[in-house]
C-alpha cells in the first residue's frame, strides 16, 4: 500500500506492541482509499491501561479533519489490535453518513441515530465486587467555552465526534442543554429550565425532555449516578449558586467519572 498523502500522527500511552503503529497507519490508509475522501490530517491514539481488573484495558482513538469537518471515534477492547479494527470499522460508518447527508455542515448534516457504543463499568471492570469508591471517581474536570447552537447543529457535532452526549449553549433559547441519544426518536435534548419551551429552528425530530435539570453539586451528581445504570447526568451545578450553569458528568472510559463545566 502506497503512503498516505496527508499526514498521519500516532500517539501511545502504556504497553503498546511494536506493530501496532504501522496497523494503526495501515487502516486509516485503507479507510482513505476506500472512502475516496480528502482526509486532511489524521490523528491516533494507542492506550492500553495499566488497570489489572479492567476487561477491555486497550483504548484507541481516531481523530480526522475532512475538508475542515473534524471527525473522531474512540473504542476499546482486550488488545490494542482488535481496538484498532473496531476504530476503522466506526470511522468507515461515520464517513459513509458523511456522504450520505450530503449537505454541509449548519444546515442538515444530521445522520441517522446510531447504538450507543457504551459500556458502563460494571461491565468493564473484572471484578464487580470492587467498592464503588474504587470504580466511581471524579477523574478529570474540565472548562469549556460552550458553542452557541441550534439543536442540529449539536446533534451534528455529538454525531462527528463520536460522543454519546453534547453539553451546549442553545442558539433559539439561550440556556445551557445538552443533547443525548435516547428516546424514541433516537435523539433527545434536556435543558436548565421549561419555561423557556422547546427550540424552535430544528429539523431533527428530537424528544425534548419536559422536566428542567435537576440542581445538584458535582458530588450530589456523582452520588445519583451511582444508583443508575446511565453513562452521564446532566444538572444545574449548585456548586456556583450565582450562575447555575449547566454541567454534565460523564463515564470514561477507564470507569471512572469526567466532569465538564461551562466557562463563565
Not at 450507543?116 to 471492570?125: A, E, I, L, V
Not at 471524579?138 to 454525531?159: G, H, N, P, Q
Not at 449547566?246 to 470514561?252: D, K, P, S, V
Request: proline share 8%; aromatic share 6%.
Amino acid at each position: 500500500m502506497s503512503a498516505a498523502a496527508f499526514p498521519v500522527t500516532v500517539e501511545t500511552r502504556g504497553e503498546i506492541p511494536d506493530d501496532a503503529r504501522r496497523l494503526a497507519r495501515d487502516s486509516i490508509e485503507q479507510l482513505d482509499h476506500d472512502a475516496d475522501l480528502l482526509i486532511m490530517r489524521a490523528r491516533i491514539k494507542l492506550t492500553r491501561l495499566a488497570d489489572q481488573t479492567l476487561r477491555l484495558p486497550a483504548v484507541v482513538q481516531g481523530n480526522l479533519d475532512i475538508g475542515g469537518i473534524p471527525l473522531r471515534a474512540q473504542t476499546s477492547a482486550h488488545s490494542v489490535h482488535e481496538a484498532i479494527y473496531l476504530l476503522r470499522d466506526r470511522l468507515r460508518e461515520q464517513l459513509m453518513r458523511l456522504l450520505r447527508s450530503g449537505a454541509p455542515y449548519p444546515d442538515e448534516a444530521v445522520g441517522t441515530p446510531r447504538e450507543s457504543p457504551y459500556r458502563h463499568s460494571r461491565h468493564q471492570h473484572a471484578d464487580l465486587d470492587l467498592p464503588p469508591v474504587v470504580r466511581h471517581r471524579i477523574t478529570r474536570r474540565k472548562t469549556v467555552l460552550l458553542r452557541c447552537e441550534t439543536v442540529d447543529e449539536a446533534a451534528f457535532r455529538m454525531d462527528t465526534m463520536d460522543y454519546d452526549c453534547h453539553l451546549f449553549t442553545d442558539a433559539d433559547t439561550g440556556q445551557d442543554s445538552m443533547v443525548f441519544r435516547s428516546g424514541p426518536t433516537g435523539y433527545s435534548l434536556a435543558q436548565l429550565s421549561a419555561k423557556s419551551g422547546p427550540p424552535r429552528r430544528r429539523h431533527l425530530p428530537v424528544t425534548v425532555r419536559p422536566r428542567p435539570a435537576p440542581r445538584l453539586t458535582p458530588n450530589q451528581a456523582l452520588a445519583r449516578l451511582h444508583l443508575t445504570t446511565l453513562p452521564f447526568l446532566f444538572f444545574a451545578n449548585t456548586a456556583a449558586p450565582a450562575t447555575a450553569r449547566g454541567a454534565m458528568l460523564y463515564e470514561r472510559y477507564d470507569g471512572h467519572y469526567g466532569l465538564l463545566l461551562p466557562q463563565t
